[in-house]
């Protein structure tokens, strides 16, 4: 946001640099993060008064002037200097600006479109006479467009005075520096002028000066003229309006002028540049209608109940969706309220009544509407923000008045303020300076405390008589951030000055350090693990397109049942390649492998951590309507490791499922996740996967699947692709507890084994008999339960297989006998013939 320094301190003048109060501001809580200098230098140029004119000997077009300049440093008058001048309205007598020899000008070049470039001024001859300098005109100093003739000052302008010194006298300074404020979104009360100094008079003391401004009684000959109705109080609680009639609106004065091209604004007509002169000056956003094209003389403030298109100030149609607050006459709409004002209503130079519109729309409405619309505003800016909530007559009474001033039109009397809701509540809030100096760490009186909220407007009223103490403070409308007391300290704390705060002799640390996250310390533990078993970690785009989006949504996780069933697609995707996000890891790490495959690696073991994306019908979702989930993703493809010249081993298998299933397991017993179950399912439950293992938690929870990915998905890849993915927060959930390490001495009593070899249906999940096995009631000498080998061909019958088993039996402080293992031996058959339907086999 740009300040200028001159239009600031009309308001408040600390007297410092604008440096130095740059630094003040800064410290202040507003931060100004550039300082600019604008208007064109005029260093050099004097005041000098034309004492003759007579023609030149050798020239038609141009006159010699004997031009005074003003006393030498002895205090004597210097001579007067001759100056060729070709301007027709040059005369004896009058008040000129003389660009002294040497000075440098920054002059219009005719031939290179006006663009300006320097030129130093010398003393010349032309046609044989001396020309000792330049009278010069507005457009060629730049303060002004007239470059018709010599710029011709007041009879009173003092000879020699700077010509710079001579016009900012007059409200008019030529150059002023600018301000570059990077405001937070919390502090609207300081998006204008009146509010920056505001905040400076309180840190430097100085007086504020704000314009004194009549206002209007409610009623009246504007109020009879004119009728204002709010259809909806929620989106615009307040609406003001005040009429100027007879106006000439022609061009704004010079200071107007300048004050607006100071901060980047670009003049227009008199009215629209008061309006734009008092939004800058208080925050309040104006829009000034062509009374005469107010049909049926009404404004009504409504909702649009369906898409409104409507040609706004700049040309543009455009079409605002239903829900946007509309500004109407009794016909149709004339304004998207708080964003722009429509052509239809505009104020031109033919216009001759004008109706101010001063009104308090609702932030939230003000952005909804500004986006849809693709369109930012200096009023939108500040409507967004909050303004003030009571300052809607002031503006509106302060515009009317500087545009009857300047127009030579008259405010009519009386007033048109809506207010549905009547007057807010004065907001209180309680503070306690005890407190404020506890937190702060400083030793500042009560008192002081009170002058310094009271600087920027916050007032404390009635002391509260209980245990806590303290005043209740009364916010002003104006600082809608202020709502409880540590917002109160805070502001005890930038006017104080952050740099005046001492720092503490000892500053309080806690006596544990902190402690990492779980999840996050899981997910760290998991990376070192994969990593170390020879993953490497990549990190894929999260957007798809949407047909490839729709080809991945299915089969995952069973999610369909889960309610998570639709793409989730972006809004206004910058690529057809990035409509959509992603809903599983997988399509990512498959161009993963393309890439490097056709980089020369073979080797792919690669692992990601990321989130996925789904439409969802589920009511617990984060944001209605969608399901956002982190996942962990691991693909395999080509070698099962890498080989060099040194590898004894001989293991050059290519990665299969079994390859993609043990770094589950790994991870699931690294994690302690214990009770995972595995069921079996084919590409009919997963388009995406020829086949694998669904994974669900031991409380049934979905957990991921493991598989050999299909051939048309993984398409462009030499080898086959076995890949997992698992809902991470799931898996986090399911991890036991991390144990502390201790030392277990091995057991000192022998181990007996036992092969086991069963007969079972084709079906029968070799990890469901293991679990029987394993959790076999009546076994309790059994430690492990190995399975090493699965048969199926001649010899067991159609339709079944063979499993075998490596039994280890022991106990912890005896030696066992061959009885007592026969027993459970027997005990662990019968257990497996009754649930699996398995035969001993021989």
Not at 234 to 246: H, K
Not at 272 to 295: K, M, S, W, Y
Not at 383 to 388: A, I, K, M, S
Not at 582 to 609: I, K, S
Request: proline share 6%; hydrophobic share 40%; aromatic share 4%.
């Amino acid at each position: 946001m740009k300040i200028s320094h001159d239009w600031l301190t009309d308001y408040a003048a600390p007297g410092l640099s604008p440096e130095a109060l740059a630094e003040t501001l800064t410290m202040g809580g507003l931060e100004v993060d550039g300082i600019e200098r604008t208007g064109p230098s005029l260093e050099g140029v004097v005041v000098g008064r034309v004492e003759r004119v007579r023609p030149h000997p050798d020239a038609d077009r141009l006159v010699l002037c004997d031009v005074a300049l003003g006393e030498s440093g002895n205090g004597t008058p210097d001579e007067p200097a001759q100056i060729a001048c070709g301007a027709p309205n040059v005369a004896e007598g009058q008040h000129v600006p003389v660009a002294s020899v040497g000075t440098e000008l920054m002059l219009p070049d005719g031939e290179n479109g006006g663009e300006r470039r320097p030129v130093t001024i010398e003393a010349v001859e032309l046609r044989g006479e001396r020309s000792e300098g330049m009278i010069c005109s507005a457009h060629e100093l730049g303060v002004g467009e007239d470059a018709s003739g010599i710029l011709v000052l007041e009879d009173d302008a003092r000879i020699g005075q700077p010509l710079a010194e001579y016009l900012a006298d007059r409200g008019a300074a030529p150059n002023d520096t600018v301000f570059n404020i990077d405001l937070t979104p919390n502090r609207p009360d300081a998006a204008s002028h009146l509010g920056v100094a505001r905040d400076l008079a309180a840190l430097t003391d100085a007086p504020l000066e704000r314009p004194a401004v009549e206002l209007p009684q409610e009623g009246g000959e504007t109020a009879e003229a004119v009728s204002v109705e709010i259809e909806d109080a929620a989106a615009c609680p307040r609406y003001a309006a005040l009429l100027v009639r007879g106006i000439e609106n022609g061009d704004a004065p010079a200071w107007l002028k300048q004050r607006l091209t100071a901060i980047g604004l670009q003049p227009r007509n008199a009215v629209v540049d008061a309006t734009n002169f008092v939004l800058h000056e208080c925050g309040q956003p104006l829009h000034a209608f062509d009374f005469e094209h107010i049909r049926g003389d009404r404004i009504i403030a409504r909702t649009a109940s369906e898409e409104t298109t409507l040609t706004t100030l700049d040309g543009t149609e455009r079409t605002a969706p239903p829900g946007t607050l509309l500004i109407c006459d009794a016909e149709r709409p004339v304004a998207f309220a708080g964003v722009m004002g429509g052509r239809n209503s505009e104020v031109s130079r033919a216009t001759t009544d004008v109706l101010i519109e001063s009104a308090y729309f609702a932030p939230s409405r003000v952005r909804r509407a500004a986006k849809a619309l693709g369109l930012s505003t200096d009023a939108s800016y500040r409507f967004e923000r909050g303004v003030d909530s009571d300052g809607q007559v002031w503006a509106a009474a302060r515009a009317a008045r500087l545009i009857a001033e300047i127009t030579g039109g008259a405010v009519v009397e009386g007033l048109v303020d809506e207010r549905p809701q009547g007057p807010p509540e004065p907001r209180r809030v309680r503070f306690r300076p005890e407190r404020a100096n506890a937190v702060l760490g400083t030793d500042l009186s009560a008192s002081e405390m009170g002058r310094l909220l009271t600087s920027v407007g916050i007032e404390g009223r009635d002391r509260i008589h209980d245990d806590a103490g303290g005043f209740s403070c009364v916010v002003p409308t104006f600082r809608p951030d202020l709502t409880r007391e540590e917002d109160l300290i805070e502001e005890v704390a930038r006017l104080h000055g952050y740099d005046r705060i001492p720092a503490p002799a000892h500053v309080p640390l806690p006596a544990r350090p902190p402690r990492e996250e779980r999840t996050r310390s899981l997910r760290r533990r998991v990376r070192e693990l994969l990593a170390g078993a020879g993953l490497r970690e990549i990190q894929t785009n999260s957007m798809l397109s949407k047909p490839r989006a729709q080809r991945f949504l299915a089969g995952e996780n069973g999610d369909g049942a889960r309610g998570e069933t639709g793409v989730v697609e972006t809004l206004k995707p910058i690529s057809e390649a990035m409509a959509a996000l992603r809903p599983r890891l997988l399509p990512g790490a498959l161009d993963a492998m393309r890439f490097n495959q056709n980089h020369g690696q073979e080797t792919l073991r690669f692992f990601e951590f990321g989130h996925v994306f789904r439409r969802s019908s589920q009511r617990e979702a984060t944001v209605p309507g969608y399901a956002e989930h982190e996942a962990l993703l691991v693909a395999l493809s080509g070698p099962a490791q890498a080989t060099g010249w040194d590898d004894a081993s001989g293991d050059e298998h290519a990665a299969d499922f079994y390859d993609a299933k043990g770094v589950v397991e790994h991870v699931l017993a690294h994690l302690g996740a214990d009770g995972v179950e595995m069921e079996p399912f084919g590409a009919e439950a997963d388009p995406n996967v020829a086949y694998g293992l669904r994974l669900s938690t031991a409380g049934g929870a979905p957990l991921g699947v493991v598989g050999k990915v299909d051939e048309e998905a993984a398409a462009g890849l030499e080898h086959d692709v076995f890949a997992a993915e698992l809902r991470w927060g799931t898996l986090a959930e399911a991890a036991a507890p991390r144990r502390e390490r201790r030392y277990e001495p091995p057991r000192r009593f022998p181990a007996v084994e036992r092969d086991l070899a069963v007969v079972v249906p084709e079906a029968a999940a070799a990890g469901a008999v293991r679990r029987t096995v394993e959790e076999a009631e009546g076994a309790p000498l059994l430690r492990e339960a190995r399975l090493f080998d699965v048969y199926a061909g001649e010899g067991v019958g159609d339709g079944r297989k063979s499993l075998a088993f490596e039994l280890r039996f022991q106990a912890e402080a005896r030696t066992i006998s061959g009885d007592e293992v026969d027993i459970e031996f027997e005990r662990i058959v019968s257990l497996l013939a009754d649930e699996h339907d398995a035969e001993l086999r021989g």
